[in-house]
């Protein structure tokens, strides 16, 4: 039995491939049988505050420094930070918007990536404080740039910032979403098998 996080992030509710894949996902889990838990968040559905002049300083102060008062205006980060702990697998829907994530999950990360909560500042630098929970990042994109990693900012950035709090990412991504149907079946097709070889490990 596994507590697992979803997060759903692209802003079209029926025709989003992320969030078909992701559904495909969890079918794939509650057909083991195994008794997974899953909690649902979606971020374009509810979205989450951006980090505003309220709480920008606070949200960079260790929780140990602030006043009971402070602690009351982080309690959304508090809360989505104890989510993300009490997890023990994370799924990530997200489309590619202007070569990044989608503003929705940005605002997440935002409220999710705090020192002394999720990474702390050690000898060496920056270091993760969720060490080595599985996160699948199933990400959709209208073009296809398996070969033009130099432009996408939405795979290397998810790998780096969640890698940063301790995370450890693997990715399912369909690639080429809007592009001619025969070209996006294939590529359909492979981001589910990534998804099928994912949900084999958790068996
Ligand atoms: C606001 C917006 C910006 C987008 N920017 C890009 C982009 O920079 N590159 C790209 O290949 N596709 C881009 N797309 C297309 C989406 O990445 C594509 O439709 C993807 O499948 C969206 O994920 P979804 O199907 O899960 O909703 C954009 C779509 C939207 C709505």
Not at 13 to 21: G, M, N
Not at 123 to 128: F, H, I, K, P
Not at 137 to 140: E, I, T
């Given at each position: 039995m596994a507590k697992i996080l979803v997060l759903e992030s692209s802003a079209h509710?029926?025709?989003?491939?992320?969030?078909?894949?992701v559904a495909e996902f969890v079918e794939l889990l509650k057909a083991q049988n195994r008794g997974h838990e899953f909690v649902f968040r979606d971020l374009a559905h509810?979205?989450?505050p951006v980090v505003d002049s309220t709480?920008?300083?606070?949200?960079?102060?260790?929780?140990?420094?602030?006043?009971?008062?402070?602690r009351q205006k982080t309690a959304l980060s508090e809360q989505l930070i104890a989510e993300l702990k009490d997890a023990d697998y994370v799924v990530i829907g997200a489309g590619m918007y202007n070569r990044n994530v989608p503003a929705a999950l940005k605002a997440w990360i935002d409220q999710v990536v705090r020192i002394g909560?999720?990474?702390?500042?050690?000898?060496?630098?920056?270091?993760?404080?969720l060490k080595g929970k599985p996160v699948l990042?199933?990400?959709?994109r209208?073009?296809?740039?398996?070969?033009?990693?130099?432009?996408?900012w939405q795979k290397p950035y998810l790998e780096h910032i969640l890698g940063l709090i301790g995370l450890d990412v693997r990715f399912?991504?369909?690639?080429?979403a809007l592009m001619p149907e025969e070209k996006r079946d294939a590529n359909l097709a492979r981001a589910r098998e990534a998804i099928?070889?994912?949900a084999a490990k958790l068996a």
């Open positions: 509710l029926e025709k989003s491939f992320s969030r078909k894949l509810d979205p989450i709480i920008v300083d606070i949200i960079r102060t260790p929780p140990d420094k602030l006043t009971d008062e402070q909560m999720t990474f702390t500042v050690g000898e060496n630098g920056l270091e993760g404080l990042a199933v990400l959709s209208g073009g296809d740039y398996s070969e033009r990693e130099s432009i996408d399912a991504v369909m690639e080429g099928r070889e994912a």
